[in-house]
Every structure is written in structure tokens, then in C-alpha cells.
């Protein structure tokens, strides 16, 4: 079993549409989250950052940990064509420099 | 005033070749990473290095070698080029002591690598 589960996509929506892109993950250790944008041919770009559980908010996005389900989410209310692009979920546990990433789920907004 | 910059941004060469990748990063960031991102998007770590020491070396053929001049760059040095080492290579970095912003980690603009 991966650490990190991620649904590869790709996940197609209307312009608009409210997205949810998940990812579980097995080490109960991990206590730092990211989730990254990557447009084609390009870096991954940091998006959201969480210690912890919890929900935070920066504009559009809204990414929450759920610990006690190992379960993490990242919320893009309505989607634009610009949002299409690679998501990434990364992990962390404390004491450690290893970040452990997700496979990433291609997202494409229909305009 | 780019985070992290590498270079080159496209490398193409014939197997056998030695060719090398530079990081710099003007975070001031005392951890620095190299990635290898594969066709299917997956990031896979390769090393880092921590105020200039090694801290993760992962299962990386001995042809690879990494290099730290100082904490705000980070080379990688390719001998003897095969072809399963095309792929895009990722220079990252991130605070790991306590400071406002710890452990977010920041990609540089990837180096397209392709051995011919």
C-alpha cells in the first residue's frame, strides 16, 4: 500500500462547478500538509499549507485535514478554465525532511 | 526575483554523457531537494541536504551526485547518461528550522532532461 492515495483523474467539470480533490494517506505521523498546483511544463506551485487538522481558506481554495480518517481535501469554488492544471497532495511528518506527494489528479474546467 | 532558479531549463545530450543542473534558492532556506518527476507526474525524492549536509539519500544510482557550495545552492552531477534518466529533474527548498513560514517547500522551475 502507497502512504499517500491520490485519484489520477483526469476529473472534468463545468466552469463553475465547486471541486474536490482528496487524498488518503497511511502514516499517522503526518502532521504537515501541502497542496500544489502544476501547470503543464512547469514547477509545482505551493497552493495550501495545513498543520494539522482543520480547514483553511485563501479565496477560492479551501484545503481540510481530517486526522482521525487520514483524509485529506481541497475545495475550488467556482472553477475556472485557468484552474485546469496537475494537484498534488504532499505530506509530512515531524522530525523528518521527507516529503511524501500523491501521484496527482489532472483537473480540466470546460469553459 | 525567482525563488528557487535552475538551470538549464532544457538539457538534451547522448547516453554516456556527464552533464550537471544548478539550484540556487533566495529564500534563505537552510534545506534544498532534488526531485525526478517521471512521465506520469510522480515526484520522486532523490536527495537533500540541510545546511550544506546530506540528510536524505535516497535509492539513487552512485551516477548521480549531489552538491552543496553553501545553503543557497544545490547542483546535481549526471555520469555516464542513460536513457531511463530522462525525465524532469526538481530542485526544491524549504525552512526547516522554526521561523514564520517552516516546512513549506518551494520548486524551482524544473530542468527537462533528455538522453538520446
Known amino acids: 500500500q502507497k502512504e499517500v492515495e491520490q485519484d489520477p483523474g483526469p476529473l472534468s467539470v463545468p466552469e463553475g462547478a465547486i471541486v474536490s480533490l482528496n487524498c488518503t494517506y497511511s502514516?499517522?505521523?503526518?502532521?504537515?500538509f501541502m497542496w500544489y498546483r502544476q501547470y503543464s511544463r512547469k514547477g509545482p506551485e505551493l497552493l495550501m499549507y495545513?498543520?494539522?487538522?482543520g480547514n483553511k481558506e485563501d479565496g477560492r481554495f479551501t484545503a481540510q485535514v481530517d486526522k482521525s480518517s487520514k483524509y485529506i481535501s481541497l475545495f475550488i469554488r467556482d472553477s475556472q478554465p485557468s484552474d485546469s492544471a496537475t494537484y498534488l497532495c504532499?505530506?509530512?511528518?515531524?522530525?523528518?525532511?521527507?516529503?511524501?506527494f500523491g501521484t496527482g489528479t489532472r483537473l480540466k474546467v470546460l469553459a | 526575483d525567482t525563488a528557487v532558479s535552475q538551470t538549464p531549463k532544457y538539457l538534451v545530450t547522448q547516453m554516456g554523457n556527464d552533464k550537471s543542473i544548478k539550484c540556487e534558492q533566495n529564500?534563505?532556506?537552510?534545506?534544498m531537494y532534488w526531485y525526478k518527476q517521471d512521465s506520469k507526474k510522480f515526484l520522486k525524492i532523490m536527495f537533500s541536504?540541510?545546511?550544506?549536509?546530506?540528510?536524505i539519500n535516497e535509492t539513487v544510482p552512485n551516477r548521480f551526485s549531489p552538491k552543496s557550495p553553501d545553503k543557497a545552492h544545490l547542483n546535481l552531477h549526471i555520469n555516464s547518461l542513460e536513457l531511463g534518466d530522462s525525465a524532469v529533474y526538481f530542485c526544491?527548498?524549504?525552512?526547516?528550522?522554526?521561523?514564520?513560514?517552516?516546512?513549506?517547500?518551494?520548486f524551482g522551475p524544473g530542468t527537462r532532461l533528455t538522453v538520446t
Open positions: 526544491a527548498s524549504s525552512q526547516d528550522s522554526q521561523g514564520a513560514r517552516p516546512y513549506e517547500q518551494y
Open positions: 502514516n499517522s505521523a503526518f502532521q504537515y
Open positions: 495545513t498543520y494539522s487538522s
Open positions: 504532499a505530506m509530512r511528518a515531524s522530525g523528518t525532511y521527507k516529503y511524501i
Open positions: 529564500l534563505g532556506h537552510d534545506t
Open positions: 541536504y540541510n545546511n550544506k549536509e546530506l540528510i
